[in-house]
């Protein structure tokens, strides 16, 4: 457990192109057999009149990232995982981009289904990350998790 | 002691300052919490957690750090 | 449910580049907010002293493509699924390359993560589709799906 | 009536050809088994299933199509 804690955040959306990267470099571990993705998409929320048209997220940085390596080293320890990358964005991305990156590998299937969703639910629970709503005409409100 | 506070999110607004340094003395975490909240009464709409030194505590914990965050509800992802 | 039935077999690995834009296409579907995808990557497995290079796919195209779209459709009819994709490799596919594509998108993340690993599984069940799998010094198996 | 058979993966080697035609006549899909068991005892050892007509049939079906794909266990994935 004396792994170094990585910073999850990155300025601005995940880009495609990146998340291509991301599966690329899992092409020489070749004792993979199943890759698990979850992205997270700003959504054009209509709501009363208004639409959203970006979340600016902040965060408190360091709880964050030190919250997300116990629940990566608790998912290594639970499932049968070989590889497990996070990233969150911080600042503006609009809506149709992707602010939510988790990537689960593992030799069979099963540890992929069973890991995901409770890693993605954990980080969206326990994570001090802030969405602040941007709508069309300039107003915002703060977005709330259900 | 000095304690450096900082209001992340809509608590930025409540405050109306992204953070500051008191010079003061509080027993434990609840105890600061009343005195921001009468300083901001504001803070009272709002649900929030406290963290000191990077570890989000209870309100009965004694305050020992000096850097306290106040954090309104977590909508990462 | 008299949508036209796709082709889901694509020569040859699925690339990292066409799945980034797969992703891409989606962002201008501002309705979606969670994305969950499934890839099967060619595992290097060793049995006894040979190691699997590549696994050559064949299949029965028609029925493959029916029974997929069948399983398509009674997902979007069960789950809140907004988008469904789902490529196969046919011909040969190396070890650490992607050979299965499913990708799933919903406005909410709860829909994608119970509809991916049903859809994933019946693939694998019911589409009669069969893995040579070619090991290092030229002989081979055939795959067997637990 | 003529009939198109397929093999699909071990089936060819089992049988030593991809696809032939064959001119018989069988009421159910069994007795086409039964036949093809004969032609081909090396199919004892193996399971599969039988489409008629790009349709996964059962041994009591008539047979009623004209193209005949013979199935080894399914590996996608």
Redesign the interface.
Known sequence: MNKKIKNIFVEGPIT??S???S??N???????????????????DIIGKKKIIAIE????I???N?LCHEIREAAFLKYDLTCMHIY?SIGKVK??????FVFV?S?H?SP??QS??KI?NE??????????EIFDDKTYQ????N | MEIKLRYYGQLQEATGKSEEIISKHFSTIGQLNDYLMKSYPKLENHNYKIAQNNIIESYNNPLIGNRIDLLPPFSGG
């Open positions: 495609p192109s998340i291509a990267k599966i690329e899992h092409q020489t571990k070749s004792m993979i057999g199943a890759h698990n993705i979850f992205l997270g998409q700003v959504r054009a997220y902040s965060a408190q360091e709880i964050s030190q969150h809506a149709g981009e992707i602010c939510f590998s030799s299937r992929v289904f995901l969703e993605v980080i969206k629970d326990r994570l001090p990350i802030f969405g602040k703060w977005k709330v998790n």
